[in-house]
């Protein structure tokens, strides 16, 4: 195995994976994701949520609702018994703000344990943002910037810097709590929400660094942002906007009076429009005290912090999106081995006198590679545009947009080819969402590995022995003896138009 795949992950799944569950039993909705291990990219195998509302109750009454805690106990027996069907193992559970407050807390957690057969941990505040910030850790690549969980007890803040978890506090304004706290009324909301922010004397630390919004109501916020936008891509985890339009966002959010005529909306649970001003005031409020960069969407938080919490150290270091793409290659391509070889074979096409690669460049193009050969099982005709849409669309961590376009497009242009480019409408509108540069990387990306594929058939151990060089002004292929057979006029029109694109004259030299 190379110095690439141990740092990245294993050709595909080596053995067979243990399922791993996990409850959250939050203030406003209680969920189970079960997972399909405990590894660096995890995908999840099944996930359903019930919003209960067991927090609605607690700023006026301090107990649980009646009618919540029935419907909780509900759902988390039904979990129980779909846990047992999936043959899950190692099941974790856990409650927050709600429980934790409520007077009949305890009650509740002895009644919810005997529903689920397990033990379920009431986590403190500051755990909870712990556990917010390693799901940060397990969806992006060295986070730096200020992480925030808006649940509807309580908003959980934490410093995230790269390798180290800094200040974390949990204040009491979840947007169920609000709700209770106002009679639901929304122009009642703002004061408590100052004065709560206000108690975050590290806050001034997070100006200029970004802000990562955790939480399925200010997830809506994203996706209202994205229909009002007409963004291109349904996928919130990575969805970034600059901080003066989300503001500007959330204050129409909780200034209009009647939001269902706005696109999207009448889309979420009824439970989740009903929160969703509230969340707009917190996100807003909270933005404008901080003054971040901007605001990154996650769907990474609690529960994939618990996940991460669980990964021993070498499983934490590997690349999240190379460890996905490499994993997803193994499930759908036809060879991992050679997935990585072209990741090696394209290297000295970066190299000088070619075209600049920065080390995030780099990765990109390494990913590109890994899952270059997902649609081969497709319709020759529908190759590119069904390998675009998995990619534009796929659960991938540790990448932006702009990078998760780059690599549909990459592989869009590797089947299509650029001549055919206008065949798929979705591949128009993502290129509106990468730099010019970008669009020129994926084109040269899908013609190297249009030309590997026509020496190499797709079967490892062909192209390592095939090398490029650069020689002047000639991008040179040189392809030993025992393959010369593979020369050939589509070989060499592929050559070509890669030569074109990297701005050099082919020439292919057979061995002798």
Known sequence: MTSLERLFGEHGRAHELEPIGVVDIGSNSVRLVVYEGAVRAPTPLFNEKVLCGLGRDIASTGHLGKEAVERALAALSRFRAITQVLAVKNLHAFATAAVREAADGNEFIE???????IP??????????????????????????????????????????????????????????LIGATGNKIEK?????????????????????????????????ARLHMEQTRYPLRVTHGYAIPTSETIAFCEFLRKTKKLTGLAGFEELAKARREVLPFGAL???????????????????????????????PHERSKD??????????????????????????????F???????????????????????????????????????????????????????????????????????????????LKGLVSKRALKRARIVAAAIRTAHMLSVGIPGVIEHTPLSYEGDKLVLTIPRAYAGLDGERLRRRFEVLAQLVEKQPEIRLGR
């Open 189 to 221: 909301a703002q004061q408590p929400v100052d004065e709560a922010i206000a108690q975050v004397p590290w806050l001034p630390e997070g100006a200029g660094r970004p802000f990562f919004a955790v939480g399925g109501t200010w997830r809506a916020i």
């Open 320 to 349: 999240p999106l190379l460890s996905f793409c490499a994993e997803y290659a193994g499930v759908r391509s036809r060879s991992v081995e050679h997935a990585w070889e072209l990741c090696k074979w394209t290297d000295p096409i």
């Open 111 to 117: 009644r919810a344990e005997k529903a689920l057969g």
């Open 282 to 312: 917190v996100l807003e409020r909270l933005l404008k005290a901080l003054n971040p960069s901007r605001v990154v969407f996650s769907v990474f938080g609690v529960r994939e912090g618990l996940i991460y919490s669980l990964l021993p």
């Open 351 to 429: 190299e000088p006198p070619g075209p600049k690669e920065t080390p995030e460049e780099r990765r990109m193009r390494f990913a590109a590679c890994l899952v270059s050969d997902i649609g081969w099982r497709e319709h020759p005709d529908y190759r590119g545009e069904q390998s675009l849409n998995l990619l534009a669309h796929a659960g991938l961590a540790g990448i932006d947009h702009a990078g998760r376009v780059f690599m549909a497009l990459a592989i869009f242009y590797r089947h299509a080819g650029a001549s055919q480019e206008q065949t798929a409408e979705l591949s128009e509108r």
């Open 120 to 177: 379920v941990e009431v986590i403190s505040g500051e755990r909870e943002a712990r556990l917010v910030a390693q799901g940060i850790m397990m969806g992006f690549v060295e986070p730096d910037g200020v992480a925030g969980d808006l649940g509807g007890g309580s908003l959980e803040l934490i410093d995230v810097a790269p390798g180290e978890l800094k200040h974390a506090i949990t204040l009491p304004v979840g947007g169920l709590r």
